[in-house]
């Protein structure tokens, strides 16, 4: 799509939507086989792993280990100059689609992972990905500091933003499919052990978090991948709703909760709406949703509580 001042105003705003989804998206933490955080209003990074088998620790130092055995590079994998200048609506100045910085400007490199940049950019009215680190693992370079290395990922996904409502997460599936090697039946699977980890409040909150993104991922289904990330969000489900009930029996108000009430009474009604959510849970997971196989028509879980997260 052409970056023009002529531009219908409905694509600005899916672009906005889209940049809307990117901020929350990017909170999201407990993936398996990525990390994610927000750069700009228009920027996300994403860190993939390279090799399944090694999870990404979420640590304060966030750095997998481990090396990996290289997929078959593929040059097409990289947008053609041509293809830029026409995209970007800039080409009869020679202006393509490069990114607001440099790859080279990234000071967190390691090989044992690969670092996206995920850019919504409103002068190119549709987003593009590119590489910024470990671009040896996708596509060979004439040399190490070629031109191509600030070129847009040719990806299924962004290419189809004019016919297709892409998602945030459907990026993100492709991303890792193209870069784990090899790539995971599940691009979503979670890292329960990080959940674990997490204090209580923290879990409540994470895991929470990771519910509604789950759910997000099946309603714009169906995919291949829907049955293995519906087993997942039970998985965690439960773990929130454990977390909800332990912190009503220790007394604990969550503070982002509480912080939204500006009186006594409206705490009080916080912390009892709380209480119930939690009492409720156990009759949830005694009662498992039904999981229907993807069809021709949108898939979506049976879950009572799917409601309550829009």
Known sequence: MMASDGAPQVDK???Q?????????????????FVMHIRSREEMICSIINEPSVPILLSANNSPSNSFSAQE????????????KRLSGYGFINV??????????????????????LAAYSRYNSPYVWIRTNHSHLVKLATPDSPEKDYPLLL????????????????LAELVQICCTPSPPNPFAIDFDYFDSLHLSE??????????FLQQVLASGPHPYDRKVHSDLLKVAQRHF???MHLV??????????????SQGQQQRAVEQFQVQAQGSQALLAQPPQFHAPSTQQSQPSWPMAQRWQ
């Open 13 to 15: 705003k899916r672009l």
């Open 17 to 33: 939507n889209f940049m809307n989804d990117m901020l929350k998206v990017s909170c999201v933490k407990g993936f398996k086989y």
């Open 73 to 84: 590079k593929r040059s097409p994998l990289i947008m053609s100059r041509k293809q830029q």
């Open 96 to 117: 393509g689609l490069p990114p607001a910085s440099p790859s080279g400007s990234e000071e967190d490199e390691n090989d044992d992972y690969t670092m996206f940049l």
């Open 156 to 171: 299924k996904t962004t290419s189809q933003w004019v016919e297709k409502d892409v998602k945030v997460w459907h990026i």
């Open 203 to 212: 879990r409540a909150l994470a895991s929470g978090a990771m519910v509604r």
């Open 242 to 244: 454990l977390a909800m």
């Open 249 to 262: 029996e220790e007394e604990v108000k969550v503070p982002e909760l509480l912080s939204l009430c500006h």
